[in-house]
């Protein structure tokens, strides 16, 4: 029998994978992190076709070893999220997220930091958009129940027939509402994105990069205000940005 599938390798252009870089590189600045100035060097190495995916890692965790490992999170999850990003697999499926987390995160934490696998504690976190308060997240023993729940209604949900806005709102309505579990000890954010892109690709979507590349910082305060508490609650960040994203939308993403 004569193979029916093919490969999936996809020959990507310089600028699809500088483009790659440049979003696992803005997303970093969700938590602070900038990269290396030779992470971006070998990143261009590999986006002209230079270096795999593996010579840079080889390379970037010599330079951590020998030189600095100051940027160390920021190079190795910017070097996954580009490597990820690089591949079309997607299953939509809470285990697609735990997934991400891993190959994003391996190595990266503390021991007492799990990877890959749900929180066990209860968490909150100061947010200075909420003056200090913190947004509420998912009670650790109803992770997975919750998680289920949200992932099985976006698959009976009916997108047939709404205009592309309604279907821009619904999408950010979900993300929103799994960010707000905040499945993970560290890294929500991060993982969430590289999900949510990932899922917009499915969808068919013609994603600009662009406001993750320079704006992932505002995502993550818009998404904090959009689940605050009801008297400090504001969506409109959240809907600006995703207005950028996928309609053309030409917001001033600044809070």
């Given at each position: 029998?004569?193979?029916?599938?093919?490969?999936?390798?996809?020959?990507?252009?310089?600028?699809?994978?500088?483009?790659?870089?440049?979003?696992?590189?803005?997303?970093?600045?969700?938590?602070?992190?900038?990269?290396?100035?030779?992470?971006?060097?070998?990143?261009?190495?590999?986006?002209?076709?230079?270096?795999?995916?593996?010579?840079?890692?080889?390379?970037?965790?010599?330079?951590?070893?020998?030189?600095?490992?100051?940027?160390?999170?920021?190079?190795?999850?910017?070097?996954?999220?580009?490597?990820?990003?690089?591949?079309?697999?997607?299953?939509?499926?809470?285990?697609?997220?735990?997934?991400?987390?891993?190959?994003?995160?391996?190595?990266?934490?503390?021991?007492?930091?799990?990877?890959?696998?749900?929180?066990?504690?209860?968490?909150?976190?100061?947010?200075?958009?909420?003056?200090?308060?913190?947004?509420?997240?998912?009670?650790?023993?109803?992770?997975?129940?919750?998680?289920?729940?949200?992932?099985?209604?976006?698959?009976?949900?009916?997108?047939?027939?709404?205009?592309?806005?309604?279907?821009?709102?619904?999408?950010?309505?979900?993300?929103?509402?799994?960010?707000?579990?905040?499945?993970?000890?560290?890294?929500?954010?991060?993982?969430?994105?590289?999900?949510?892109?990932?899922?917009?690709?499915?969808?068919?979507?013609?994603?600009?990069?662009?406001?993750?590349?320079?704006?992932?910082?505002?995502?993550?305060?818009?998404?904090?205000?959009?689940?605050?508490?009801?008297?400090?609650?504001?969506?409109?960040?959240l809907t600006q940005f995703f207005e950028n994203l996928l309609l053309n939308g030409q917001n001033d993403l600044i809070l």
């Amino acid at each position: 029998m004569q193979p029916t599938y093919s490969i999936d390798n996809p020959r990507l252009s310089y600028q699809t994978k500088l483009d790659l870089w440049e979003t696992g590189f803005g997303l970093q600045k969700v938590d602070g992190l900038e990269p290396s100035a030779y992470m971006i060097e070998l990143a261009q190495s590999q986006a002209k076709g230079d270096l795999t995916y593996q010579d840079v890692h080889e390379e970037i965790r010599r330079y951590h070893a020998e030189v600095s490992a100051e940027t160390q999170e920021a190079d190795l999850v910017a070097l996954r999220i580009a490597e990820l990003l690089s591949r079309r697999g997607f299953s939509f499926s809470p285990g697609t997220l735990l997934s991400i987390h891993k190959e994003l995160f391996q190595d990266i934490f503390p021991d007492e930091i799990p990877v890959g696998t749900f929180r066990r504690t209860n968490i909150s976190k100061k947010e200075y958009v909420l003056g200090s308060d913190s947004v509420v997240y998912a009670d650790y023993t109803m992770i997975e129940a919750t998680l289920d729940y949200d992932f099985t209604q976006e698959k009976k949900f009916a997108y047939q027939g709404l205009t592309k806005e309604e279907i821009v709102a619904h999408i950010q309505q979900f993300i929103s509402g799994i960010w707000q579990i905040h499945p993970f000890r560290e890294g929500n954010t991060r993982a969430v994105i590289v999900f949510l892109i990932q899922y917009l690709r499915e969808f068919g979507f013609d994603v600009d990069n662009e406001p993750f590349q320079k704006n992932a910082r505002f995502f993550r305060d818009a998404l904090v205000l959009d689940n605050a508490k009801m008297l400090q609650k504001n969506s409109q960040p959240l809907t600006q940005f995703f207005e950028n994203l996928l309609l053309n939308g030409q917001n001033d993403l600044i809070l």
